[in-house]
């Protein structure tokens, strides 16, 4: 079962988040301090069935607004079988429901404070669909008696009412019973007592089974809800604040601590050994738990060369952690690193435990550097295979430049509330942007340290590297590395380092006066450089201009109709985001999902990386 969206209503500062679609695997949600992150985690860990929503969610703006937390999962359908198949309906109507049933089903779900449940969804209403085949059979019985009373001598004069209960539902029909008893109840008295006694029995008796069929199927409804209720995703919220690894637990706790059921979800511990007679036994066990522990945990810490060591004694259990063969308690180490074990441990557990979980974690990068976040997000990737995992973060470092995708941003307005936006490319807001931002210049940054190649051009910003590196997989015409220069004028920094590398290089600018101030500048400070390495794109602007208005609009998700100049000025003018749209381009290619190209525009790129090769060949010449 997965989250395939939620929607979060009067929540502390968020009075309607509008509908968020998470991803299956790892979903980041992204945004500025204060914007709401925190709290759009909280109430997906107030969603848990047996809890209450907390008290401090009521809006201290309106204190009668109700909160409400509203998910929609995507169930499979074997999942419904097991539970229809517990239900106490007729196995004829159980197999004609099943045969409705598509492959997955979505089924939403509303939590209304504090703790009041409402399911919906549309194969609902079909529980069960058909009347079971002895109501069918009081009905045609009954009918067979009101087709012979219609030929009686007493009551051919008379226009009998028709029942039509066969193709309605419990409460419709038994209405239509009283509808029809009020018809007919006049004439009645001009029966014989044995026939008018027959004929009311055997009305009353399908109005009897009406009800007890209606009460069937709530009874089969309500028991539904709940066993769907018992078996949704638990919602397991892990914050950077509160989630910190002990030095010691004392034996007598352990079969009740929360630290070593984790162990037990994701190792071989044994408590019952632990706390056994059997020396020999205990002692094999310590060294075989210590030997995977460290296998599966030297995989999500590249830090150093640290180990996780558990021992104990007759009174506790004792972790440490072993560094070039000191062992220090976890108190003696950097918040960061006695976080870190607890992430790997508690997070390892939820991802690997019987119970379907969904994992939240709040700013796990908090207490971390760069190269530590990077062992988090790689434990994450690992985990998401096994269960969904939804972050909240303003690190750049646990944003991944290739999967934009998984972004969710989080933004605050003061007539909105805190609100979710499910495409980056919408927003325009720079604070918000900033770790994406930052993540893809990080990206960019290693261009330069990675120029393994000859070949290579410099070119003035990240928009332009990452178009013209899409391009150039595209045409598959030119096999030079691109690198961004930063801004026009610090493109000669970056080229002449590349020179002193031994590296051929060529300055490709935009077609405008960038390009005319960038030769001055050469000629006045850049003796090693030649002016016929410098070259502009071959369209007037910039690279953006090289894409049709049709195919530019596709790429930048606006309508076409919105552009009435050229794509560098409509950027310009209406203050967009560059790196953004070029960055997912780029992924596009990449994942053979962009927006097709023109022949025309091909062409015209791919006569522009014919002359990037031939002015590179020139260079040795």
């Known amino acids: 079962m997965k989250l395939a969206r939620f929607r979060i209503r009067n929540y502390k500062s968020i009075v309607d988040t509008g509908d968020c679609y998470p991803t299956g695997t790892v979903t980041i949600f992204a945004g500025k301090n204060e914007a709401g992150k925190s709290s759009i985690l909280e109430a997906l860990e107030d ?45 004829l109507a159980q197999e004609k429901f099943i045969e409705q049933l598509s492959e997955v089903e979505q089924i939403d779900i509303t939590k209304t404070y504090p703790d009041e449940y409402e399911i919906f969804s549309e194969f609902l209403s079909k529980i069960p669909n058909e009347k079971p085949p002895e109501l069918l059979t009081l009905l045609s019985s009954f009918l067979t008696v009101v087709n012979s009373l219609a030929t009686h001598q007493a009551i051919a004069k008379h226009s009998l009412p028709k029942l039509d209960v066969k193709n309605k539902n419990a409460e419709d029909s038994i209405a239509e019973i009283d509808k029809y008893k009020a018809a007919v109840l006049p004439w009645l008295a001009e029966l014989p007592p044995d026939e008018k006694e027959q004929f009311l029995g055997k009305l009353n008796a399908l109005k009897v089974h009406t009800i007890h069929h209606a009460e069937l199927t709530t009874t089969a409804l309500n028991e539904f809800s709940v066993q769907l209720l018992k078996k949704i995703p638990n919602f397991v919220l892990f914050s950077a604040f509160d989630d910190i690894f002990p030095n010691e637990i004392p034996l007598t706790e352990l079969k009740t601590n929360k630290w070593i059921a984790d162990l037990s979800a994701m190792s071989d511990i044994d408590v019952e050994m632990i706390t056994g007679e059997n020396r020999s036994a205990k002692k094999q066990h310590k060294h075989l738990l210590n030997i995977a522990l460290n296998k599966d945990f030297s995989q999500f810490w590249t830090q150093d060369l640290s180990k996780l060591s558990v021992d104990w004694d007759n009174n506790t259990l004792d972790f440490w952690i072993e560094e070039k063969g000191q062992f220090y308690p976890p108190e003696l180490r950097s918040q960061g690193r006695r976080w870190h074990l607890a992430f790997y441990i508690r997070v390892s557990a939820r991802a690997r435990s019987d119970v379907p979980n969904i994992i939240l974690i709040d700013e796990p990068g908090l207490y971390l550097h760069a190269t530590a976040q990077r062992d988090v997000l790689t434990h994450l990737e690992d985990s998401s295979q096994l269960r969904q995992v939804l972050l909240s973060t303003h690190s750049p470092y646990l944003i991944e430049p290739e999967k934009l995708d998984r972004i969710r941003l989080v933004q605050k307005s003061d007539d909105r509330g805190t609100f979710v936006e499910n495409k980056i490319h919408a927003v325009s807001d720079k604070e918000t942007l900033t770790p994406i931002l930052t993540a893809i210049g990080l990206e960019l940054n290693q261009g330069i340290v990675g120029a393994n190649q000859v070949d290579n051009i410099v070119v003035e910003g990240p928009s332009d590297y990452f178009y013209l590196t899409a391009l150039k ?56 450089i030649s002016k016929d390495w410098l070259l502009t794109v071959n369209v007037e602007g910039s690279i953006e201009d090289v894409f049709s208005k049709d195919e530019f609009a596709s790429i930048v998700g606006v309508d076409p109709a919105e552009i009435s100049q050229k794509n560098s000025v409509f950027m310009k003018d209406t203050r967009r985001d560059k790196v953004l749209p070029a960055r997912q381009f780029l992924q596009k290619v990449r994942d053979k999902s962009a927006p097709t190209l023109s022949t025309q525009t091909l062409q015209q790129v791919t006569i522009l990386m014919n002359d990037l090769s031939d002015r590179l060949r020139r260079q040795t010449a």
Request: glycine share 10%.
């Open 47 to 91: 969603f848990n069935y047996g809890s209450k929503i907390r008290l401090k969610a009521i809006p201290i703006t309106d204190p009668t607004a109700k909160p409400s937390i509203e998910l929609a999962f995507d169930v499979p359908k074997a999942f419904i079988v097991a539970i229809v198949g517990t239900l106490k309906l007729d196995k």
């Open 473 to 528: 997989e595209l045409t598959g015409a030119l096999s030079a590395n691109f690198i961004s220069g930063g801004c026009a004028g610090n493109m000669p920094k970056i080229g002449t380092i590349l020179q002193g590398w031994g590296c051929r290089v060529i300055y490709l600018y935009d077609n405008d006066q960038a390009f005319k101030d960038g030769k001055k500048s050469v000629k006045k400070d850049w003796a090693a």
